[in-house]
């Protein structure tokens, strides 16, 4: 079964601080895998899409990782801000497939 | 551009009552979709349109409706809303299929008594 799975369900950090999530799926065959970030109250908006070949992938404080061996990805978000605030998805897509699987989401709360 | 918009942004039904979900988006694209979010789960694919005229089911399409007319509008109806489709809708537009972004609205909070 096509499945995406996230972790942590929900990080506090400090304003400044770096931190990663990790995902993991079970999507076959694989077509990319995309980060989505959901404000509260507020539709998803895409941070990255990253295809079979990329290993790595940046927007601004944002560096979304690959690894279409172990089936995983991670999102480094560097010196967090306030306005960090917000649930972070990871969607994968299968080949062939309009149906994206997303995850549930990681919460991450920054504190000033 | 206002990009992808919802219509209403909340609504209070009665079981039973039906009630219909506008979704537009002035950015030309063919590929439309309606997701529900519920507290703890992904988001849910219930129908998606890949051009106008056209509709399609996806992983929870029971007790809806959908309707492409126009390429720019794409309309989720309830026919006999339950407390089970109490859930935040979004709809969602996208230039091409799997590999391109999919850009959101704000989504629809619906409360079904």
């Known amino acids: 079964k096509n499945q995406v799975e996230q972790s942590p369900q929900s990080l506090i950090i400090l304003e400044g601080k770096n931190c990663t999530l990790q995902c993991n799926y079970t999507v076959s065959p694989f077509s990319n895998l995309r980060w989505y970030k959901q404000d509260t109250g507020r539709g998803p908006v895409s941070l990255t899409i990253?295809?079979?070949s990329e290993n790595t992938k940046s927007n601004g404080r944002y560096t979304a990782t690959l690894d279409a061996d172990t089936k995983q990805s991670s999102l480094h978000i560097t010196a967090s801000q306030l306005s960090d605030s917000a649930s972070y998805i990871c969607?994968?897509?299968?080949?062939?497939?309009?149906?994206?699987?997303w995850g549930a989401g990681t919460k991450l709360i920054i504190k000033p | 551009n206002a990009g992808v918009t919802q219509t209403p942004k909340f609504r209070v039904l009665k079981t039973g009552q039906s009630m219909t979900l506008l979704c537009a988006q002035d950015?030309?694209?063919?590929?439309m979709y309606w997701y529900r979010q519920d507290p703890g789960m992904g988001l849910r694919l219930i129908h998606y349109s890949v051009g106008e005229g056209t509709t399609a089911k996806g992983e929870v399409p029971d007790g809806y409706n959908v309707s492409r007319l126009k390429k720019q509008n794409f309309l989720l109806g309830l026919e006999s809303a339950a407390p089970s489709q109490t859930s935040v809708y979004f709809c969602?537009?996208?230039?091409?299929?799997?590999?391109?972004?999919?850009?959101f609205g704000p989504g629809t909070r619906l409360l079904v008594l």
């Open positions: 990253m295809t079979f």
């Open positions: 969602a537009s996208s230039y091409g299929g799997e590999k391109e972004t999919q850009y």
């Open positions: 969607v994968v897509s299968a080949m062939g497939n309009y149906q994206l699987i």
């Open positions: 950015m030309n694209h063919e590929y």
